[in-house]
């Protein structure tokens, strides 16, 4: 089997920094080799990465993506393909993506779609969660088959009526089946009922620009859809994981269970720590005018930076309140897909595309001094790996792990922009944003897939990964 050395860097874990080579024998890490201590002599590889000066850190997971997904309407417009080779150009290694089962479908059905949009088509390795739009008898017995088929988490929605949305008893029925089985439950957690009232006040009072749907989505119907979630959560004894946390009062929600020893944690995404609701409503372009601010429509929605949201959310992701970072990857152009909203907010595709970017983002707060070098590597690799059960194989560099590996130079730069990214996008929600790092270097299963500005890859280079249950519960 073909070896690769990676040479003279610092291994970054969540726990610590060493220096180290790093010998992959194939798909696999077969060594870590402190300076000075190699025991047979110079080793010899096939190839041979320089990553003197350079972090070397496990490939980065991104644990929420939606590729392909069908919302308003439309689809979010990056495919396995082009989502999975962006997602490898800006270091992640591993997505987990979400197979669609709607109202009125069959999972089995959803997951079977998904497996043949990713089959043959990803950059990088993938897994899926299911999401159950609905619960009755058919998707409770679907359940029963999801840890045999390495799909070991679920979400549901207490939002969108009507297209994804579960009611109280459907998510407690749920609930008691994933205690039982051992599924970890993902939420999202925001009042849809209550919100569509207010959409639909707001749309009747004339108020219709992008900056509304946030204005809608307001932190309390976030925060009481936390907590609802946590009591059912805490009455059937389902570990929770709730998805994109934006608002600092669910966070406390989270804090609070999490106090009093419960399964509960939470991930919060790239655009609820940089992106603020004021910017969001002075957001204007030549093009777009104030719908401009579209770009940014996702839910849960952008915050208000005056109330404080965008720091807490750094502060949690410290004091582990938070444990993780996603980014609820779901592009949409702004012609053709976004604009199906110019005349009112409602009919705006939610999502922003971040899967290129979640990697630098993050690693832009190690330099800003939001977070540690290890906290990085935890809250993008480590600990999504262990929260959904791929820890070993992923999520850490170490002898018998997969070789997925990014080579990241702190003295490098980064320039973000709609004209150099690599997803399916026409624009870019995170246009203008610096980044003093770089993404060099990066293997997947021992392959070097990203090497100097260029893509070695190939589709179908990425297989589905089975995971195990979550290795994060107490
Ligand atoms: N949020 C989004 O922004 N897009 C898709 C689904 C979701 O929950
Ligand atoms: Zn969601
Ligand atoms: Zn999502």
Redesign the pocket.
């Known amino acids: 089997m073909a070896t690769t050395l990676i040479k003279g860097g610092t291994v970054v874990s969540s726990t610590g920094r060493t220096e180290a080579d790093i010998l992959i024998d194939g798909e696999k890490v077969v060594a870590l080799i402190s300076p000075g201590t190699t025991p047979l002599g110079t080793i010899e590889a096939d190839t041979v990465v320089d990553a003197t000066g350079k972090y070397v850190i496990p490939g980065g997971i991104d644990a929420h993506t ?1 590729f392909e ?1 069908p ?1 308003g309407g439309t689809e979010a417009s990056d495919t396995f393909e082009t989502g999975t080779r962006a997602a490898a150009w800006g270091g992640t290694t591993t997505v987990v993506d979400f197979a669609v089962q709607t109202t009125g479908t069959k999972v089995e059905d959803g997951l079977a779609k998904w497996h043949a949009k990713a089959e043959g088509n990803c950059a990088i390795d993938y897994g899926f969660h299911q999401i159950l739009g609905g619960v009755d008898e058919d998707s409770l017995k679907a359940m029963d088959r999801f840890v045999d088929e390495g799909i070991t988490s679920y979400k549901m929605f207490m939002a969108y009526p009507g297209v994804f949305y579960s009611d109280d008893g459907q998510i407690l029925r749920a609930m008691q089946k994933a205690a039982d089985l051992g599924l970890l439950t993902m939420m ?1 957690a925001e009042n849809g009922p209550a919100i569509d009232v207010l959409a639909a006040q707001l749309v009747e009072a004339g108020k219709t620009t992008p900056y509304y749907h946030g204005i809608a989505r307001a932190w309390q119907m976030e925060e009481e859809a936390t907590h609802r979630a946590i009591m059912l959560g805490n009455l059937t004894g389902a570990p929770l994981y709730v998805v ?1 946390v934006s608002a600092k009062q669910a966070v406390e929600q989270l804090a609070w269970a999490r106090d009093k020893g419960q399964n509960v944690f939470g991930e919060t995404c790239p655009q609820y720590l940089y992106l603020s609701l004021e910017e969001q409503l002075g957001a204007s372009s030549k093009e777009w005018g104030d719908f401009e601010g579209a770009k940014w429509v ?2 849960t929605p952008l915050r208000s930076r005056e109330e404080g949201h965008q720091d807490h959310m750094w502060q949690a992701l410290r004091t582990n309140d938070l444990q993780m970072v996603s980014t ?1 990857h ?1 592009p949409f152009c702004m012609k053709g897909q976004k604009e199906l909203g110019k005349e009112e907010f409602r009919k705006i595709p ?2 922003i595309g971040s899967v290129e970017h979640r990697m630098d983002l993050m690693y832009q707060g190690v330099v800003t001094g939001e977070i540690t070098l290890e906290r990085w590597v935890e809250l993008t690799s480590t600990t999504p790996a262990r929260m959904f059960g791929m820890y070993g194989a992923k999520g850490v560099v170490a002898p018998g792990a997969d070789g997925d590996i990014v080579v990241y130079d702190p003295k490098g730069h980064t320039s973000i922009s709609a004209k150099s990214h690599h997803m399916n996008m026409d624009h870019s929600a995170w246009e203008g944003f610096e980044i003093d790092g770089h993404v060099d270097t990066v293997l997947s299963r021992g392959k070097v897939i990203i090497d100097k500005g260029e893509y070695l890859g190939a589709k179908g280079d990425g297989k589905f990964v089975k995971r195990g249950l979550s290795q994060y519960l107490v």
Request: with cysteine; glycine share 10%; proline share 0%.
């Open positions: 939606h997904l919302f999202h994109h996702c839910s609820d779901c939610n999502g």
